[in-house]
């Protein structure tokens, strides 16, 4: 066994960092504040990302076929990791580059390849993941949204919710039921609609979580050609076990977690507040919480990178990420509660609003608890 | 980065997972109701084929002896392991065998004294051992289940100091103790996930409850992120991350110990089931190198100011 990172992973973070270091203006902390989801944001990533493309980095891991570079998992993961603690300069369009651009790869007709993946692999695509619905949060299998196909056409009718970067995606990559209604996971395609086709309407809700980042998303009669139909009726559930067995594990919310509470501790000590022994036992608590995630996430990406297959152990880091992330939002709002009014420090802000949706986005907690106890610990399925 | 034991790691895992299925190691109730069993075969066993010397084998290190203490911690008979693995192991390996260790306080009971044939006491700034000669040593009764004991009032010892850092020590210490203690962890989260699998109540098995379902999966989460980070521990051997494990595992061993009761029921409190085997070795780990508080402390100390 062995637990450090190998001296071509540690030089690859070292270029990642000087990337940063480089491009990230000195506003940066202001610009990320509101979340990747915002107009700011999602500007500045297209400004980004075509840069970071040019450099090598913006999709390292994708097949040399589609601009990639063929880079092992591993650094998949460091970019990811050192983008999403620096506040997620992409923007929304972490997503390509995670599973949106791979399910193409491998699900995609030439004609959908040859549209949508150079974009991503430039920079310049924001897509929109519109999978929940007013009925159909947690059991996404009872969504309503309806694709009725109509001669060369699918004509699309319902509602998305909690649609993350709706407002200004160019593209959605929608589930909808070809089916009839009782057609439960059987009866769902995939469709990938421009989000300019007439009748799609996006209205933002206010949150708790940043600007932009939660919609509403209407489909009334909206046309789309039978083109746009990924894979075949009835195959999304399958696709989406690909794409998600791709990213399982998703955003790396520990490392940022792990750097914010590194900021507060360093705020505290600024203070004169580091020989508080409660301050101590906590905070060391956050951050022992935070290394827990890391290694079970870690564990989840070694799995991987020698391509065997990731189960409930992804299930084990996610719930293990949730608690990081609460125990050092606590930490923040018990020992700095003055730091969350005003905007002297809008990483802590940005990060509080972030660690708000874990254990909700993607996934909730109590989904993955309940995958832990039948496939980790092989207890029998209960209906209550 | 690599989380698979190595070819001579995983030899020595394969032979030891055959040992700890053997009858020996399983549970068998003391005569006596004493609150430990402890297996004299099996310990000769892992003896004899030089198990408890892992540790300075360049191959195996002392990653292979933290799993092999994590391991034995899962089986419900008792042998004393931690300490010779990892302190005699790399310290002191000519000492004779079992050891007891004092961390702090030298009149404080430890456990496997009353059994011990030397002692190693990491209270000072030097690493030191002795001999145990008859009648140095009182047996006292305790609820943790090892023997326990304490140095006589007035004992004499011919304690001999040994080469290394004493705090280098420690961390190794705290590595073992980790690493118990996720044993502990995991062999009660077994028999406990093996009891609600079997046992039906209102026409179902107590496992098909969600609320039992999410806490024993947050029990599994906790003891699975204590396992690897034991082992992260043993392989770096730093203070940061010994206390790091240390004080992660037995921060999240409260609730877990607690827990693993509840969800046993009456049954997990009589001494004719194993779970008391290792909700109390837990209970005492938990209190080990002086417990969550402390060890989170230095691991902020470590982590912050360079302690």
Not at chain 2, 114 to 129: E, F, N, Q, S, Y
Not at chain 2, 198 to 217: D, K, M, S, V
Request: aromatic letters at 8%.
């Amino acid at each position: 066994m062995d637990f450090e990172w190998s001296a071509e992973d540690r030089a690859f973070r070292a270029r990642v960092r000087a990337f940063l270091e480089k491009e990230l203006p000195a506003n940066w902390p202001e610009i990320a504040r509101h979340g990747p989801g915002s107009r700011e944001q999602t500007e500045f990533s297209l400004e980004f990302c075509p840069k970071l493309a040019a450099a090598g980095l913006l999709m390292p891991h994708w097949p040399k076929q589609w601009g990639g570079g063929d880079r092992p998992t591993w650094e998949h993961f460091i970019l990811g990791e050192e983008m999403w603690a620096a506040g997620e300069p992409r923007g929304a369009q972490y997503m390509n580059v995670n599973w949106i651009g791979p399910t193409l790869m491998r699900f995609g007709s030439p004609e959908q390849q040859q549209r949508y993946i150079p974009p991503m692999a430039a920079g310049t695509a924001i897509w929109c993941q519109g999978f929940s619905e007013p009925d159909a949060g947690s059991d996404l299998a009872r969504l309503r949204t309806r694709a009725v196909r109509d001669g060369d056409d699918y004509v699309i009718n319902g509602q998305k919710i909690w649609t993350s970067y709706a407002g200004l995606a160019h593209n959605c990559f929608l589930l909808a039921r070809t089916g009839d209604g009782a057609s439960g996971k059987a009866g769902i395609a995939i469709f990938l609609v421009d989000m300019k086709t007439p009748g799609i309407e996006v209205r933002s809700i206010p949150s708790l979580i940043g600007h932009g980042d939660i919609h509403e998303t209407f489909f009334t009669d909206v046309r789309v050609p039978a083109s746009a139909r990924l894979g075949e009726e009835g195959q999304a559930w399958s696709i989406i076990g690909y794409s998600l067995a791709n990213e399982r594990v998703g955003i790396p919310r520990y490392e940022m977690a792990s750097r914010v509470l590194d900021q507060m501790v360093q705020e505290l000590r600024r203070r004169g507040q580091g020989d508080d022994a409660v301050i101590q036992l906590r905070a060391g608590s956050a951050a022992a919480n935070c290394e827990a995630a890391r290694i079970l996430v870690y564990r989840t990406v070694e799995m991987r990178s020698r391509g065997e297959a990731v189960d409930a152990e992804a299930s084990l880091a996610r719930v293990a990420v949730a608690e990081a992330e609460q125990s050092v939002t606590e930490f923040g709002m018990e020992f700095l509660n003055d730091a969350f009014t005003g905007d002297d420090h809008p990483v802590f802000l940005a990060h509080h609003e972030r660690a708000i949706v874990t254990g909700i986005a993607a996934g909730a907690t109590e989904i993955q608890l309940g995958l832990i106890a039948r496939r980790w610990l092989g207890l029998p399925n209960g209906a209550a | 980065m690599r989380f698979t034991p190595n070819e001579d790691q995983a030899a020595f895992l394969s032979v030891l997972a055959q040992m700890t299925e053997a009858p020996e190691a399983g549970w068998k109730a003391s005569p006596d109701w004493s609150r430990f069993d402890y297996s004299a075969s099996l310990d000769r066993m892992l003896e004899d084929n030089g198990f408890f010397e892992c540790a300075r084998e360049p191959t195996l290190g002392l990653v292979a002896a933290a799993s092999l203490t994590y391991q034995l911690a899962r089986v419900p008979a008792l042998v004393e392991c931690a300490a010779t693995s990892t302190l005699r192991a790399l310290f002191a390996p000519d000492l004779p065998r079992p050891v007891a260790v004092i961390e702090t306080d030298p009149l404080q009971a430890v456990p496997f004294l009353p059994t011990a044939k030397a002692v190693i006491r990491l209270d000072g700034d030097k690493i030191a051992v002795a001999q145990l000669e008859p009648g140095v040593v009182q047996e006292v009764s305790s609820l943790f289940a090892y023997p326990m004991g304490k140095l006589a009032a007035g004992a004499k010892l011919d304690w001999q100091t040994v080469d290394g850092d004493v705090h280098d020590a420690r961390a190794v210490w705290s590595v073992a103790t980790a690493a118990e203690l996720a044993g502990c962890l995991k062999g009660g989260l077994d028999a406990v996930v093996k009891h609600v699998s079997e046992r039906q109540q209102f026409g179902r098995p107590l496992g098909a409850f969600q609320a039992i379902q999410h806490r024993l999966a947050q029990a599994a989460t906790k003891a699975e992120a204590a396992y690897w980070l034991a082992l992260r521990a043993a392989d770096r051997r730093t203070p940061a991350d010994a206390a790091l494990a240390l004080g992660y595992t037995q921060e999240a061993s409260g609730r877990v110990v607690q827990d693993l009761h509840q969800f046993m029921g009456a049954m997990g409190l009589t001494l004719e089931h194993p779970l008391h085997r290792w909700t109390y070795r837990a209970r005492l780990l938990r209190a080990g190198l002086g417990g969550p508080t402390a060890n989170l402390r230095a691991y902020y100390a470590r982590k912050w100011t360079n302690a």
